[in-house]
């Protein structure tokens, strides 16, 4: 991730009162005209896609990728001493500042929030906890800092989660990942922006994290 977030807007789950309804085209036209911010949709459901489509939502993500990195390779980097280090407190390596202020915040939500640090650099990782199917214990990835560090500390971050119950993680894709062990299935959630394109790995501050109370899918 290079420098600071820019601004974005999460917007979902919007309602007009039945009496004001007239203008809700409108009202949403106005909410979405900032030409500076980026507006995301991460939990549209299928008979809304069509409606944030004609108000002119690109989709950036299709699917979601299904990964076991516990079974992944170790990094093959030459220096593969990585420290998993509690996401709330200030790694040993260099960092971005921003970063270490969104691990607090999202501990605060409940996720898991962790560095791996290496002697050259931390890398922050944010994980929101779920269950798959109703009944499988498992992560959402929330945060990286790019999907290729995800891939490059797979099998440390793998482990780290297995010790505490939490073997499959899904991550927004648009097709398989390599250097994961694990499966993609297209159409499963898939991600709409406005604005500039999101890129994947970040759902940080979103519904998803920040109203864990709101009823979803049971499905994967």
Not at 61 to 81: I, M, Y
Not at 96 to 120: F, N, Q
Not at 143 to 151: G, L, P
Not at 179 to 208: A, F, N, V, W
């Amino acid at each position: 991730m290079d420098g600071a977030p820019r601004v974005r807007c999460h917007v979902t789950s919007w309602y007009v009162e039945p009496e004001f309804r007239l203008y809700a085209t409108l009202f949403i036209s106005k909410a979405l005209r900032n030409k500076d911010v980026t507006y995301i949709n991460v939990s549209a459901r299928p008979a809304t896609r069509p409606i944030i489509k004609a108000q002119g939502f690109l989709q950036y993500s299709n699917g979601q990728f299904l990964a076991f990195p516990a079974l992944s390779f170790w990094s093959k980097s030459k220096d593969n001493r990585v420290e998993i280090v509690a996401g709330d407190l200030s790694p040993s390596a260099p960092f971005e500042p921003h970063e270490l202020e969104l691990l607090k915040a999202h501990t605060r939500y409940g996720c898991i929030c962790l560095w791996c640090v290496t002697p050259d650099r931390a890398y922050p990782f944010v994980f929101h906890q779920r269950l798959f199917k109703g009944f499988l214990p498992g992560v959402q990835l929330i945060f990286c800092r790019d999907i290729d560090s995800f891939v490059r500390f797979g099998g440390p971050l793998g482990l780290f989660l297995a010790a505490r119950g939490k073997f499959i993680v899904r991550i927004d894709s648009n097709g398989p990942i390599s250097g994961l062990t694990g499966k993609y299935i297209d159409g499963m959630e898939p991600r709409y922006y406005k604005g500039q394109r999101p890129r994947l790995g970040d759902l940080s501050y979103t519904q998803t994290v920040m109203c864990p109370y709101v009823r979803r899918d049971a499905s994967l």
